[in-house]
């Protein structure tokens, strides 16, 4: 009986399940970081290519090879494989629109993961 009342390693089990807790929410908001930066990113790299691409003499094809070498540059390129660019009316001006469909990591940069579409626009010049 006096073994089961002791207190004696009761320590150690209670520092292994906070410690496995305690992983478990610092890994997830470690992914929710990631995933964030690279939206982040892609927006930027979108919107940064629109403009380039609606500047004068120069291409939507333009703006949207730009977004590509963006997000090479900052991420892994495969996250600017599947980038248009378009020009497009709305509200009586003339716009390029370079969007970007980009897989979200899930599950770190090499995991599974989901799809995001982000979109820039800028008046053409």
Do not use: K
Not at 17 to 37: F, K, R, Y
Request: aromatic share 2%; net charge negative.
């Amino acid at each position: 009986m006096r073994r089961l009342a002791s207190d004696e390693g009761s320590a150690v089990v209670e520092f292994v399940l906070v410690s496995v807790l305690v992983v478990a929410v610092l890994l997830g908001v470690l992914q929710l970081t990631l995933a964030l930066h690279v939206r982040n990113t892609i927006v930027d790299a979108a919107g940064e290519g629109a403009r380039h691409g609606a500047l004068e003499g120069s291409s939507p094809a333009a703006g949207a090879e730009r977004t590509r070498e963006l997000i090479g540059t900052a991420l892994n390129p495969r996250y600017g494989d599947d980038v248009s660019a378009e020009v497009v009316e709305r509200d009586g001006m003339v716009l390029v629109e370079v969007t970007v469909r980009a897989p979200v990591p899930v599950l770190g940069l090499l995991g599974p993961s989901g799809t995001m579409t982000a979109s820039g626009r800028a008046v053409q010049e």
